[in-house]
């Protein structure tokens, strides 16, 4: 059965981070750590909100399930966080926004050659 200590632990897999790595970004000591991943302490909410700044993906932390469906980025991440919070009027900026930055860049790109 997969538990909340075994999916902080794949999510510390993913982002490439040991557990001496996340005990220092979470502020624990190792041990405690070690507590945590076998389930021995519970996470509470604001532990779990903190990850989020690193990158974790929390939805799959708690119930087992992710929205995440592409390996990205947590700056690509919060883009789409930040999209889906927006109303209709502000989406619909975006693709104007978005082309016309591609556009100067391919254009920078091709005047460097």
């Known amino acids: 059965m997969s538990t909340i200590g075994n999916r902080i632990r794949k999510e510390c897999e993913r982002l490439g981070l040991s557990q001496t790595d996340f005990s220092g970004l979470a502020g624990y000591s190792f041990d405690q750590q070690a ?3 076998c389930d021995e302490i519970p996470f509470d909410c604001l532990q779990l909100h903190a990850l989020t700044e690193y990158g974790f993906d929390i939805l799959y932390i708690i119930t087992g399930g992710s929205i995440r469906r592409m390996n990205i980025s947590p ?11 927006m109303n209709e009027a502000s989406r619909l900026k975006i ?9 100067k860049r391919n254009i920078e790109s091709i005047g460097n050659k």
């Open 35 to 37: 507590s945590y991943e």
């Open 75 to 85: 700056d690509e991440q919060e883009i789409v966080e930040h999209y889906r919070a």
């Open 95 to 103: 693709p104007e926004i978005s082309n016309e930055s591609a556009y």
